[in-house]
């Protein structure tokens, strides 16, 4: 009763849901077999995956994968525009290369709140946020913030997706929940608010850098890394923001 309170859904149905739209996100972003997928996300046969997706969205996996890759496109022109016709040219690879930086990341131990919602009011959950730490450690030179998005809208529902907003300190110690987030091999993407907006940023790198890379996501969430916040409230110069996509090799895949 209180995870439903808080949630708005039972514990069941949320991992059930949780387990589905993991599975959208690789039928999208890798070409495993629908067996591995199911596998990966932690059913324990094919028989109850299927019957799960069928339950959810009407169709066998095979059809499903198809559609959702349609639900997908379809809303990416409609928030971001359509696709490149011709796809990336070298030039236009480049020149978004030269301001993306391939790395490994060890984890990264962090307080966090999760908000639950659409992403478009990220600003107001990170006043939230703000007003439970105190704008002396959200400002604070040492602070970093870094925010999580677990969900695709459009596979999620807007009033569904979960946002981490976090802050990495060692000089504090807050009153949240702690955690980390998994470290490993990223595509870091970086870029100031002056210049881009964070949708033109991850347009960029969707469309042009991704399809001649080399690599493909990994199945982790992006994060986001928020630099010079405390100038930035003086003044003195824009956020600059670091934009980290897990990814693997093409070869590495499995």
């Given at each position: 009763?209180?995870?439903?309170?808080?949630?708005?859904?039972s514990?069941?149905?949320?991992?059930?849901?949780?387990?589905?739209?993991?599975?959208?996100?690789?039928?999208?972003?890798?070409?495993?077999?629908?067996?591995?997928?199911?596998?990966?996300?932690?059913?324990?046969?094919?028989?109850?995956?299927?019957?799960?997706?069928?339950?959810?969205?009407?169709?066998?996996?095979?059809?499903?994968?198809?559609?959702?890759?349609?639900?997908?496109?379809?809303?990416?022109?409609?928030?971001?525009?359509?696709?490149?016709?011709?796809?990336?040219?070298?030039?236009?690879?480049?020149?978004?290369?030269?301001?993306?930086?391939?790395?490994?990341?060890?984890?990264?131990?962090?307080?966090?709140?999760?908000?639950?919602?659409?992403?478009s009011?990220?600003?107001?959950?990170?006043?939230?946020?703000?007003?439970?730490?105190?704008?002396?450690?959200f400002?604070?030179?040492?602070?970093?913030?870094?925010?999580?998005?677990?969900?695709?809208?459009?596979?999620?529902?807007?009033?569904?997706?979960?946002?981490?907003?976090?802050?990495?300190?060692?000089?504090?110690?807050?009153?949240?929940?702690?955690?980390?987030?998994?470290?490993?091999?990223?595509?870091?993407?970086?870029?100031?608010?002056?210049?881009?907006?964070?949708?033109?940023?991850?347009?960029?790198?969707?469309?042009?850098?991704?399809?001649?890379?080399?690599?493909?996501?990994?199945?982790?969430?992006?994060?986001?890394?928020?630099?010079?916040?405390?100038?930035?409230?003086?003044?003195l110069?824009?956020?600059?923001?670091?934009?980290?996509?897990?990814?693997?090799?093409?070869?590495?895949e499995?």
């Amino acid at each position: 009763r209180i995870f439903k309170a808080l949630v708005g859904e039972s514990l069941k149905s949320f991992i059930r849901r949780i387990r589905l739209e993991k599975v959208c996100q690789m039928f999208v972003f890798t070409d495993k077999s629908i067996a591995q997928i199911a596998a990966d996300s932690g059913f324990n046969s094919h028989e109850s995956f299927i019957r799960a997706f069928r339950k959810k969205f009407g169709s066998n996996p095979s059809k499903g994968r198809a559609a959702i890759k349609r639900t997908i496109e379809k809303f990416v022109q409609q928030t971001h525009g359509p696709r490149l016709r011709d796809g990336p040219n070298l030039s236009q690879f480049e020149m978004i290369d030269n301001s993306i930086t391939i790395r490994e990341i060890d984890d990264i131990e962090v307080y966090y709140s999760r908000f639950i919602g659409s992403y478009s009011n990220s600003a107001t959950l990170w006043l939230t946020m703000m007003n439970e730490v105190g704008s002396e450690v959200f400002f604070d030179p040492e602070s970093r913030l870094i925010c999580v998005t677990h969900d695709i809208p459009g596979l999620t529902n807007f009033d569904k997706c979960r946002f981490d907003a976090c802050i990495q300190t060692t000089k504090y110690q807050l009153e949240l929940q702690k955690k980390r987030i998994k470290g490993g091999l990223f595509a870091i993407h970086s870029y100031t608010e002056e210049h881009q907006n964070i949708d033109e940023a991850l347009d960029e790198f969707a469309k042009i850098w991704l399809p001649l890379s080399g690599y493909v996501p990994r199945n982790e969430p992006v994060h986001y890394a928020i630099n010079n916040l405390h100038l930035a409230a003086q003044a003195l110069t824009d956020p600059e923001i670091d934009i980290y996509v897990p990814i693997i090799p093409i070869n590495d895949e499995k």
